[in-house]
T-cell receptor, first 113, second 110 residues
Framework: SQQGEEDPQALSIQEGENATMNCSYK?????LQWYRQNSGRGLVHLIL?????REKHSGRLRVTLDTSKKSSSLLITASRAADTASYFC?????????????FGAGTRLFVKA | KAGVTQTPRYLIKTRGQQVTLSCSPI?????VSWYQQTPGQGLQFLFE???????NKGNFPGRFSGRQFSNSRSEMNVSTLELGDSALYLC?????????FGPGTRLTVL
């Protein structure tokens, strides 16, 4: 079963509004990453947050991590039509075999112009 | 620094055939992971190779196999193709803490 579960499955907002996506996971992790995917293309890495970090910013993106609740959120501020894409969280766990990354089901974001 | 390349980008096969997909990671990266993405199952981990050795494996049947060469390039092979193997196959070049994905190979099985 997948480690990450994302909420909501789909989100539709107007340009200029903020979009918040949530991700929950089940086991301890080393880091959590967020990715964007446009229309069945490859994944684009957005941001990585380590397990000892609580918040990170990158441009219009803000990611939080709550390891006690095993959850993370991605906030996109002042959204644009170009932000329309699917967003995935991925948890990475380091074991003796190296990193194992598991993806959530993703949130489909629609930003209407 | 060149990105991750995957070939071919698109492939159409028929049931029962086999297919080989190729991935060239970022120069200097020794670890490559493969994922299958379908609308129904999402992104699922296939396997990871590090220095020519399979280090991690997902829950896929033995029809799915892979290998890695000394130059870190990796191939995955699917034998006896089934309709359900139609998917986007993504390769990731693994850095220390971050994965860099290629554009994927879209496989259609007819």
């Amino acid at each position: 079963s997948q480690q990450g579960e994302e909420d909501p499955q789909a989100l539709s907002i107007q340009e200029g509004e903020n979009a918040t996506m949530n991700c929950s996971y089940k086991t301890s992790i080393n880091n959590l990453q967020w990715y964007r995917q446009n229309s069945g293309r490859g994944l684009v890495h957005l941001i990585l947050i380590r397990s000892n970090e609580r918040e990170k910013h990158s441009g219009r993106l803000r990611v939080t991590l709550d390891t006690s609740k095993k959850s993370s959120s991605l906030l996109i501020t002042a959204s644009r039509a170009a932000d329309t894409a699917s967003y995935f969280c991925a948890t990475a766990t380091l074991n003796t075999g190296g990193f194992k990354t598991i993806f959530g089901a993703g949130t489909r974001l629609f930003v209407k112009a | 620094k060149a990105g991750v390349t995957q070939t071919p980008r698109y492939l159409i096969k028929t049931r029962g055939q086999q297919v080989t997909l190729s991935c060239s990671p970022i120069s200097g990266h020794r670890s490559v992971s493969w994922y299958q993405q379908t609308p129904g199952q999402g992104l699922q981990f296939l396997f990871e190779y590090f220095s020519e050795t399979q280090r991690n494996k997902g829950n896929f049947p033995g029809r799915f196999s892979g290998r890695q060469f000394s130059n870190s390039r990796s191939e995955m092979n699917v034998s006896t193709l089934e309709l359900g193997d139609s998917a986007l196959y993504l390769c990731a070049s693994n850095g220390r803490n971050e994965q860099f994905f290629g554009p994927g190979t879209r496989l259609t099985v007819l």
